[in-house]
């Protein structure tokens, strides 16, 4: 599948075995997901004035 050939490349990248690498990704997404609010859902800024 491609997800898991990019974790393969993601590791290599790293020079990490991919167990070590999927724990680095998921801790990237995971300092990403804090630092974009934290939230599942963002809201979407809707422009009332064009209308």
Avoid: C, H, L, W
Avoid at 17 to 36: C, D, H, L, P, S
């Amino acid at each position: 599948m491609k997800i898991t050939q990019e974790v393969r490349d993601f590791a290599k990248q790293q020079g990490v075995a991919e167990e070590q690498g999927i724990a680095a990704g998921m801790q990237a997404k995971a300092e990403e997901f804090n630092r974009t609010g934290g939230e599942f859902y963002i809201p979407i800024a809707s422009d009332t004035t064009a209308r």
